[in-house]
């Protein structure tokens, strides 16, 4: 049974930082690429970020490149979300997904797997 636990979110003022991380276990967690996406209330799910299972490869959404910075240790079968400058704008729930692929997908529909979830508030 694959699984998928996200750290705990958090209430953070604009400006602050925060470090999420992600738990895998059930899945040879080598062979994943890893993202991260997030949906605030009444808005569509968004990509944040991805990460080939090899780490050598990372895309970012726009709004959050030069912020966020997506790591993995496959040695522990996690995956971190470092995020920075945090906006009250990045106020969503943040899940933890993984796929098995050829290629980093910044697409919700391509990935297999995905956590509960957890709450970044960041307040103005």
């Known amino acids: 049974q694959v699984q998928l636990v996200e750290s705990a979110g958090g209430l953070v003022q604009a400006g602050g930082s925060l470090r999420l991380s992600c738990a895998a276990s059930g899945l040879t967690f080598i062979s994943y690429d890893m993202g991260w996406f997030r949906q605030a209330p009444g808005k569509e799910r968004e990509f944040v970020a991805a990460i080939k299972w090899s780490g050598g490869a990372t895309k970012y959404a726009d709004s959050v490149k030069g912020r966020f910075t997506i790591s993995r240790d496959n040695a522990k079968n996690n995956v971190y979300l470092q995020m920075n400058r945090l906006k009250p704008e990045d106020t969503a729930s943040y899940y933890c997904?993984?796929?098995?692929?050829?290629?980093?997908?910044?697409?919700?529909?391509?990935?297999?797997?995905w956590g509960q979830g957890t709450q970044v508030t960041v307040s103005s």
């Open positions: 997904t993984a796929r098995r692929g050829s290629y980093v997908s910044i697409q919700g529909d391509d990935y297999d797997y």
